[in-house]
């Protein structure tokens, strides 16, 4: 019904930045939140960056002030954009919509940040 499909990672140096897009498709009602998680190895998933739907933002305490989440509604896409990454942001990165009744999940693209 719904499918969220993740792209935009990549290897790039420490200091550098990089562009998620979260594209969606199928029938989606009533969003309350999109977000960005990641997941190391061997650790728990993380929330990054969320919104609501009204545009409101929450960020990650080690992300705030280097990442922005954004949303294209005519594009049915929201992206991540990632500036001063660190070798400590190396995960793969899920994007997240949260409706009101389903929770719905992408793949998920890797991130690695070299030193």
């Known amino acids: 019904q719904v499918q969220l499909v993740e792209s935009g990672g990549g290897l790039v140096q420490a200091g550098g930045s990089l562009r998620l897009s979260c594209a969606a498709s199928g029938i989606i009602f009533s969003i309350n939140t999109m977000g960005w998680y990641r997941q190391a190895p061997g650790k728990q998933r993380e929330l990054v960056a969320s919104?609501?739907?009204?545009?409101?933002?929450n960020y990650g305490d080690s992300v705030k002030g280097r990442f922005t989440i954004s949303r294209d509604n005519a594009k049915n896409t929201v992206y991540l954009q990632m500036n001063s990454l660190k070798p400590e942001d190396t995960a793969v990165y899920y994007c997240n919509l949260h409706t009101s009744l389903n929770d719905y999940w992408g793949q998920g693209t890797q991130v690695t940040v070299s030193s």
């Open positions: 919104m609501t739907w009204r545009g409101s933002t």
